[in-house]
């Protein structure tokens, strides 16, 4: 029973408590609400303050922007009534200028009628005029035209002849003036002896009785020392000498050496002749190196095969004219290389091509065709530059000449080669010079008469004056020149003079 009272108070005090926090939540829920309506209320109030400040601003800057726009507009109307006014202007100018044009036009055309009408009169004047003179000269207009064009060709033609003898003359003046200094220093700079050296095919013997020792029994002695040095030894009448002859130079200085020894030694049988030459040529060979070897070192040309020194090495036995070809290879290029220095041109192909421009001569004696093409496919063959082999194909005009180089090289070639000194000619040969030089100059048409002079350096050439006239003569001076370049060796430079006279001859009776 009393729990079932508890039970009951403890339900009522329950029910009591819900409805004191039913009441209590009401209550504060209304204050909340009442509050939330207040903010609302306030911010709907500073909304409503906010929205009409925001209003009355746009309202201003749009009066403001109006105002600007109509006064922009109103600055672009006066501008545009301004470029109206100074349109209208230069139209109102126009217009008078093209007034006064017209005016102008109109005198014009009344001028052009007038000059026409004189033009008129003067083709007719002319006319009748030009009627006159051909009744009176009794020659048609085209027959005085081509007369007076015979006689202002004539006219112009001298002094087109003198025009160009004039301007010869300086160029020719100039160039060697320029063409003397640089030689002059080039010259100056290289130091080279002069040829004291010819071919030596001779042995001097002590006595007449060492020819019977060489030939020796049956001429097997002489026979033995043939075969094995490829030489032909000549025992004539001259005392106490022997000849050796054979077309290799080098060896020619093979047997030359061994019989040296051999007349020393005088121990002369087969055997010994064998070791001697064998000898001999081992000396050779290593002369051959070392020469090829001094020919590099002394012009400062580096890269170079061995075959290419060794051949350079034989020219040191071979001679051109009594000129070594060693030394002629060495001073060559010691002078290209100074004239390329002094014309701007490649120093280093200059030097190249001078120092090899001969090395052909070194095989022609066993090639078939001209040293410069020999020694241009030797050099082609090892790996020289083109730009060089063209510089030795060319420097005899074996092909034509495309570099400064080429032309550096051949003159350096005839600098060395027409030095005093430097070569000997037979007289043989200069008479066959001499005569070839006047017969190619005679074969042109108009000449009377060549004579060459000092030396051959010089043809004088007389021509039959109503055969050539004086530009004729300019003309066929430089064709003999180009004609002796083209079919002629010759050392230095040969002078093409062409006289030309007319002589006028009368008697008084």
Request: aromatic share 4%; glycine share 6%.
């Amino acid at each position: 029973m009393n729990a079932w009272i508890w039970v009951f108070v403890w339900l009522i005090a329950l029910a009591v408590g819900v409805g004191i926090g039913y009441g209590l939540t009401r209550r504060a829920t209304a204050s909340m609400i009442r509050q939330a309506e207040e903010r609302a209320r306030q911010i709907l109030e500073e909304a409503s303050s906010e929205a009409q400040n925001i209003l009355l601003e746009a309202r201003n800057q749009a009066v403001q922007l109006r105002n600007e726009a109509q006064a922009e507009i109103e600055r672009w109307r006066n501008n545009l009534r301004r470029e109206e006014e100074r349109l209208q202007q230069r139209r109102e100018k126009l217009d008078q200028r093209q007034e006064a044009l017209d005016k102008r036009e109109q005198m014009l055309n009344k001028r052009q009628s007038a000059l026409d009408r004189q033009r008129n009169e003067l083709d007719r004047l002319q006319q009748e005029r030009m009627k006159a003179l051909q009744e009176v000269a009794q020659m048609t207009q085209e027959q005085a035209r081509e007369e007076l064009l015979r006689i202002v060709a004539e006219g112009a033609r001298q002094d087109m002849a003198r025009v160009i003898r004039e301007i010869e003359q300086e160029a020719r003046e100039e160039g060697e003036r320029r063409a003397r200094r640089i030689l002059a220093t080039v010259i100056q700079r290289i130091a080279s002896e002069q040829v004291a050296e010819l071919t030596v095919s001779s042995v001097d013997l002590p006595s007449d009785e060492m020819k019977g020792r060489i030939i020796g029994r049956g001429g097997r002695n002489i026979r033995t020392f043939e075969q094995a040095a490829g030489v032909d030894v000549v025992v004539d009448d001259t005392p106490e000498t022997i000849t050796i002859s054979c077309f290799d130079p080098v060896r020619r200085e093979i047997a030359r050496r061994a019989m040296e020894r051999l007349v020393t030694d005088g121990r002369i049988h087969p055997g010994r002749i064998e070791k001697v030459i064998a000898d001999a040529r081992k000396e050779v060979e290593q002369i051959i190196r070392e020469e090829g070897e001094r020919a590099v070192y002394e012009t400062g040309v580096t890269g170079l095969h061995p075959e290419l020194i060794k051949l350079l090495g034989k020219l040191r036995f071979r001679t051109s004219y009594g000129q070594n070809q060693h030394a002629h290879a060495i001073e060559t290029a010691k002078l290209a290389a100074m004239l390329a220095a002094e014309l701007g041109a490649n120093v280093e192909v200059a030097r190249l091509g001078g120092l090899l421009h001969d090395i052909g001569k070194a095989v022609d004696f066993e090639v078939e065709g001209t040293h410069a093409l020999i020694g241009a496919e030797i050099c082609r063959r090892y790996g020289v530059p083109e730009e060089v082999v063209h510089c030795i194909e060319s420097h005899h005009h074996e092909t034509d000449q495309r570099s400064l180089e080429a032309i550096i090289v051949e003159v350096a070639d005839a600098i060395s080669g027409a030095r005093p000194g430097a070569r000997r000619e037979s007289l043989e040969q200069y008479i066959k010079r001499i005569r070839a030089l006047e017969e190619l100059a005679s074969s042109f048409p108009g000449v009377a008469e060549s004579y060459a002079i000092q030396a051959g350096r010089e043809i004088r050439i007389i021509v039959k004056p109503e055969e050539v006239d004086d530009l004729g003569a300019i003309l066929l001076s430089r064709d003999i020149a180009r004609k002796i370049e083209e079919g002629m060796e010759y050392p230095g430079q040969i002078k093409v003079t062409v006289i030309r006279e007319t002589r006028a001859v009368d008697y008084a009776k």
